[in-house]
């Protein structure tokens, strides 16, 4: 452990107590090692006393030794030394010194070491690293975030994740060690207490950490708990801004702004039920995008990074696109901080500036024109068809639900129709008797792109779910419970609620979009979904997301603006849109084309091996010399906005769900836009 720089090293006595705590925490045989030492220590000394002091004692050095070592030996056999009186003497003495203190040893150590044990098992020992990543709060997020910074590290600098909960140390340990190799859990740390002390805090060295990330529990004051833990945060860091970035999560939109000035001005906070009510309404009309989200969340494949543009520097975005290989450009990092995500292709790159790209990790990046593998011929003559307005079906509800038919409602086609299915009193006007459309809905004084009707019914009785008419709508989307909220398991209703969605497209003949949001990720194979469906596990992707903003909190606006209901989205769209279908053409004709059309291509999704599988067909940053045949089934992930999108001029303003930057600016007191 390196000191950091302008603050006082660690006392010596505190580093030494420091490594022999991690080291009686490893296993019985270090203890073992340890009484074998200590013994040694006081045996040997007072027998090699006991032979330079016998003149009978051989001459030569090694033979002393051979005494010696016998001596220590037999240090149990009383009397068994001959000679002078002193000689007598000494030898008694050295094996009561040895029968009094292995007796009194075993009993002293033993009792001692179970102590330290407990103590050692109760977590509230004294953290002493660097440069390591805290995670405060235990949640459904925690095992993917943990595993996920381990995947992110570097293996030649591989960091310590340090987890800080209120929760038992060996239960942490247990349910880490389940998602993490062998290899990785040594550099993986917990300790036991809440976050909100300072003083328990203290213990975790949140001053010389790299990044602190604070979690929110499953409970319903999960908000109010991290909101302390910030504040306890900030207790321990002070007041000034040389501490360590940090990320918090909350679920409630009416903690964002105090969350965010406790956090400070190198804080994060991010909104998960925002963030999740975004997906699941990005995911209703684009099936098979929370495949290629999850693929871009993780780190076991490409994700963004930030790369120089020095070489394009006077050029344009479009001239970028086709620059890279064997990464996809979508955006640019403007000198001044603001970033540009699938900007025009005549937006010049400045000098100062840096591109978002698509890549394996940070130095895959290499430089190359790619615009002599496009092929104009194959590039399709015709843009994408507009979307045609569409009638949605909502089954059940929870506290995400309002964010969710919100999102729905503002983001849909002019003429849509969504009807809400709830298993309680109805949130919000019923659906006519006599069949007509209610008035449309508004969102801050804007009117809304569809129209929203509430009904309620028996949705916990399988026979009221097998009596729904499908027939007219074109998706589903299941929300199950809250956790504490009817059955133990949330995930049981939904399951069940997804195998009568099953029987009843097998009656009627055809399939259904079906949008399903999962609590527990291992629940998620046991959907019974077909493959244009969706399956969101709110607590994994948000996890992933948390440990991508970790890795480079610069791309926190990139996020926010792909999970946004306006702006730049991560979209699926026929690969008919942009090549000629049942031709051969290289993904660089493909990026040429989407250039064209206003968008960033950065992969596509096979429709031969669109069924379940370990890729499920999806394939992101594919090299620009990569030649297929593209069939009419193919999709293109590309990141742009909605064809036909006309809402967003009628769209409430954007609450980011994502807040970074200085903790008062010229736009508000949080400094990206008020609360």
Known sequence: MEPVKGRPPAPLRDRARYRFDRTLARSTG?????????????????????????????????ERLTVVWRTSAETLRLGSATGAPLRLALSALLGLVALLGVSTLVGVVTTGLADRMTELSRGRS????????????????????????????????????????????????????????????????????????PEVLALVSPRTAGTVLVLPSGEPSADAEVLRTLLS????????????PVLAAVRDDRYRAPARLAAGPRGTVLETDTVTARLIAQCVGRP?????????????????????????????????????????????????????????????????????????????????DCR???????????????DDPTHLLVL???????????????TARPGSVLDVITD????????????????????????????????????SRPEALLGLDLTPYDGVVVLGPDPGEGPDRPDDWTLVTLLALRLLEERAGRELRVVTELVDDRNRPLAPVNHGSDVIVSGKLTGLLMAQITQNRHLAPVFDELFSGDGANVLLRPAGTYVRPGGEATFATVVAAARDRGDCAI????????????????????PKGERRVWSAGDQVVVVGTPAGDVTAACAPPRRDAYRAGPAAGPTGPLGEGRP
Not at 429 to 441: A, M, N, Q, S
């Open 424 to 459: 309680g009193t109805v949130p919000g006007p019923r659906e006519p008797e006599d069949g007509t459309p209610p008035p449309r809905g508004s969102t801050n004084g804007a009117p809304a792109a569809a129209s929203v009707r509430f009904r309620s019914a028996a949705l």
């Open 288 to 368: 098979g995008l929370s495949l290629v989200l999850r693929d871009l969340l993780d780190f076991a494949g490409d994700e963004f990074h930030l790369a120089d543009a020095t070489a394009f520097h006077g050029d344009t975005f479009g001239t970028a696109l086709l620059g890279h290989p064997n990464s996809c450009v979508v955006g640019l990092l403007t000198p001044e901080g603001r970033t540009l995500l699938n900007p025009p292709a005549d937006t010049p790159v400045e000098p100062g500036g840096r591109l978002i790209v698509l890549a394996l990790d940070d130095g895959s990046t290499r430089v190359e």
């Open 603 to 622: 992969g596509y999704r096979c429709h031969d091996r669109s069924a379940p599988g370990t890729d499920h067909g999806v394939r992101l940053n594919p």
């Open 126 to 197: 004294r953290v002493l690293e660097h440069g390591h990543v805290v995670v405060l709060g235990w949640s459904d997020q925690a095992t993917t975030v943990v595993s996920e910074l381990v995947a992110a590290q570097a293996p030649h600098r591989p960091r310590a994740v340090v987890l800080l909960a209120d929760r038992d140390k060996a239960e942490m340990e247990r349910a880490l060690s389940a998602h993490l190799p062998p290899a990785a859990r040594a550099r993986i740390i917990c300790r036991s207490g809440p976050a909100s002390d």
């Open 30 to 62: 270090t203890l073992m090692g340890w009484l074998v030492i200590t013994c040694l220590a006081v045996v040997v000394p007072v027998s090699a006393v006991l032979v330079w002091t016998d003149p009978g004692a051989p001459r030569s050095l090694s």
């Open 233 to 244: 945060l900030r207790a321990v860091l002070g007041e000034g801004t040389d501490g360590p």
């Open 372 to 386: 002599d593998l496009v092929d104009p011929s194959a590039i399709a003559p015709d843009g994408p068809p507009p």
């Open 396 to 410: 059940g509800w929870n506290r995400r639900a309002p964010l969710v038919v919100g999102q729905l409602r503002d």
